[in-house]
């Protein structure tokens, strides 16, 4: 028997946190014996959560698919490789010639971005499809972030990410690092980090119409309305230029004096009754802000996933340019990542076209995922019928599930890459399976380029790949060569993911023609990872504007203050739907293991106590919650976390549906947030989902 020590970086959330992984060879098998945090590693220091434990879960999860599936009836029964590559390319290019293009949809998911195969290859074989039918969970999530910095920089990744081990200053707002270990603010072991902004004589101040893990740390807490972030935003910004509370910014800008005279009648006074923050806390948090030698303002999902949305996140980096911390150190600052995904890729591109149903804005080539249902449901030239998902389950994570449950049943094929039978793909006709992660080498494109210094590291598989089984790359290449091959479509020559990454390496600013000249060989050398610096000014020379100025005031961002103005103040009474993140979870696949799961159950609603007794409600009871589009039944608590007017239960449950194979995530099913978020509530300027603000009603069950 043979004990050997692995290192590699967890691949669940976005901390992507160093591990040591002890594993025991025998006879029978390679057994993982012990997950723990690795003290060396560069960026981590050590740091775990209980979601990199659960790896070994992963792993040794029975109810994990291990070969292709099809199903027949109710039944699923195992298909070889290639006779499902050349199902899906019968079927799939059947359907097109007598459909057009646009009849096959494409929906991605939030592990796709976890996956450096899936980042290499998947669109080796979907863009064989030339559908306009794509969607992924971008639009249930960070869409504004992308869209403001594509407007205002040039590029929908070159967003500007906290420069926290520096900052003087911390205002969050609809971010919950301490449970989400970070986002869109890459930030292993954040507690720590966000401590040290208080012992060197800093502030942490939170946002949040909950009192989450993270405002329970913060020097100061405040409640906002869900859905008024913006008005709080625009109230801050107005005292800000009001207050003569400015500075000048080294940064080329075009629009100030725009966006000045745009925001002259959002004063705190008149955005207060919105967000329902008191004005002369408005007003002080925006002269406490200015006044800290190093500040930055930071927004996350809970910002992103509401009515106003691109508009928050315009605000946040308007609030950080006007302060001077735009492109500063202790303020925002952009990384420079050593595969540069800026660099190497356009800018992307907005609305050239839009969803045939309601004309929704595509971004990038993707279209809103609200619109999905519809585009399959509505009849007519152009009706979505087939689909192809990519490790995702929208019905448990878009807008109005039951809804896309009914348009998955009648639909004409679905094909899925993933690796269980889950709330959606329990309607495909064909399941493939990859290899698990540990089975796989690794490195982090993305989270890399969000990360609160620069880092990298190359993950080497730890487990072999098993007879039979195929990476996701080979998967993609596989349906690549069987669709090609009916449709004539010539395939260009592809490497395997390691050999992109190596050049992609090679050719950035660590790579041959630097003194670090990293390569995956180099790398192979830092089993802890490669430390790079900390981050620094670099914005001016990476916008991808006419021009390379700053865009201040776009005109779509502006026009959009016209629908902003005109909401209306909330009814007393109404109360509000948010959602709620926890570090045992990570969207809708992680409650299959039992490391996860154990321990009290954790998808209650919460409620606070005086919303309760008004309504004759009695804290443990069993409810029923209501909004436009359903109704689903759930256990509530009381809680003084929650500000009164609002309620928050957690996305990702909702497990008790019929022909679903993952017995633990079963055994405590819970409800699904999204059979009541209502997929016609949007920013309609990016057209991503308002999953937080939804208008709810709650009574007795």
Not at 320 to 334: H, I, K, W
Not at 387 to 408: K, M
Not at 409 to 434: H, K, Q
Not at 544 to 564: E, H, M, N, S, Y
Request: with cysteine.
């Amino acid at each position: 028997m043979t004990k050997t020590l692995h290192h590699r970086a967890c691949h669940l959330c976005e901390a992507i946190c160093g591990l040591t992984i002890e594993t025991t060879t025998s006879e029978e098998a390679v057994r993982i014996t012990s997950i723990k945090g690795d003290p060396q590693d560069a960026f981590s220091r050590g740091h775990i959560c209980p979601k990199a434990v659960a790896l070994q879960d992963i792993q040794n999860d029975p109810d994990r698919l291990r070969q292709p599936m099809r199903r027949v009836g109710s039944e699923w029964l195992p298909i070889e490789w290639d006779e499902a590559f050349a199902l899906v390319a019968e079927r799939l290019s059947a359907i097109q010639a007598r459909h057009g293009q646009n009849a096959v949809a494409i929906y991605q998911g939030n592990p796709s971005v976890h996956n450096y195969g899936l980042m290499t290859h998947s669109n080796y074989f979907l863009g064989l499809l030339k559908t306009r039918n794509r969607f992924s969970a971008t639009s249930v999530d960070q869409l504004p972030h992308h869209l403001s910095s594509h407007l205002m920089y040039g590029h929908g990744l070159l967003l500007p990410i906290p420069d926290i081990d520096h900052t003087d200053f911390m205002l969050i707002l609809g971010g919950n690092p301490l449970a989400s270990n970070g986002s869109i603010m890459t930030v292993p072991d954040v507690e720590k980090r966000l401590k040290a902004i208080q012992a060197r004589g800093g502030k942490v101040v939170v946002v949040d119409p909950r009192r989450s893990e993270t405002a329970a740390i913060a020097d100061q807490h405040l409640f906002v309305r869900p859905g008024g972030d913006a008005a709080l935003l625009f109230g801050l910004l107005n005292t800000l230029f009001a207050e003569g509370l400015t500075r000048a910014t080294h940064l080329p800008v075009d629009g100030l004096d725009e966006v000045r005279q745009a925001v002259a009648d959002f004063s705190a006074e008149s955005m207060s009754p919105l967000c329902a923050v008191p004005a002369a806390q408005i007003r002080q948090l925006a002269r406490d802000f200015a006044a800290a030698d190093k500040a930055v303002c930071y927004g996350r999902m809970g910002v992103s996933t509401q009515t106003f949305g691109t508009l928050c996140h315009w605000l946040v980096q308007l609030i950080n340019l006007v302060t001077g911390n735009l492109d500063r150190v202790g303020g925002a600052l952009c990384t420079e990542p050593a595969v540069d995904l800026v660099a190497s890729t356009s800018g992307g591109h907005f609305n050239r076209w839009q969803s045939r149903v309601s004309g929704l804005p595509e971004y990038s080539g993707e279209l809103p995922v609200s619109a999905l249902a519809e585009e399959m449901l509505s009849e007519g030239e152009g009706q979505v019928r087939a689909l192809v998902t990519i490790a995702g389950n929208p019905v448990l994570s878009t807008p109005n599930g039951r809804q896309l449950e009914q348009a998955l049943d009648g639909l004409e094929f679905m094909v899925s890459i993933d690796l269980y039978i889950n709330e959606t793909t329990r309607y495909a006709d064909l399941i493939l399976p990859s290899t698990s992660a540990l089975e796989n080498d690794h490195y982090d494109t993305t989270f890399n380029m969000f990360a609160v210094r620069n880092v990298s590291r190359f993950n080497k598989a730890i487990l072999a790949k098993p007879v039979g089984a195929l990476h996701d790359w080979e998967i993609f290449v596989g349906l690549a060569t069987a669709f090609s091959s009916l449709t004539g479509q010539v395939l260009k020559p592809t490497m395997a993911p390691a050999q992109m990454i190596d050049m992609g390496l090679r050719m950035g600013m660590y790579g041959d023609a630097s003194p670090h000249q990293l390569s995956l060989k180099t790398l192979e050398d830092f089993p802890h990872g490669v430390d790079l610096g900390a981050l620094k000014p670099n914005l001016a020379p990476r916008l991808k504007t006419p021009g390379q100025r700053v865009q201040a005031a776009p005109a779509v961002i502006l026009a959009d203050l016209t629908r902003f103005a005109a909401q209306r103040v909330p009814a007393v009474g109404e109360l509000l739907m948010i959602g709620r993140r926890h570090v045992r979870s990570n969207n809708s696949w992680m409650h299959n293991y039992h490391r996860l799961v154990k321990g009290k159950p954790r998808h209650q609603l919460l409620m606070h106590p005086d919303d309760l007794a008004s309504r004759s409600l009695e804290d443990g009871q069993r409810v029923q919650v209501s909004s436009r589009v359903g109704v689903i039944e759930v256990e509530v608590l009381a809680s003084l976390e929650m500000m009164p007017g609002v309620v928050s239960l957690p996305h990702g449950w909702g497990h008790a549906r019929p022909g679903v194979k993952t017995a633990i995530a079963s055994g405590q099913p819970g409800s699904s947030a999204n059979d009541l978020t209502d997929e016609r509530q949007l920013d309609l300027l990016s057209g991503n989902a308002a999953l937080n603000g939804v208008p709810v009603t709650v009574a007795a069950a």
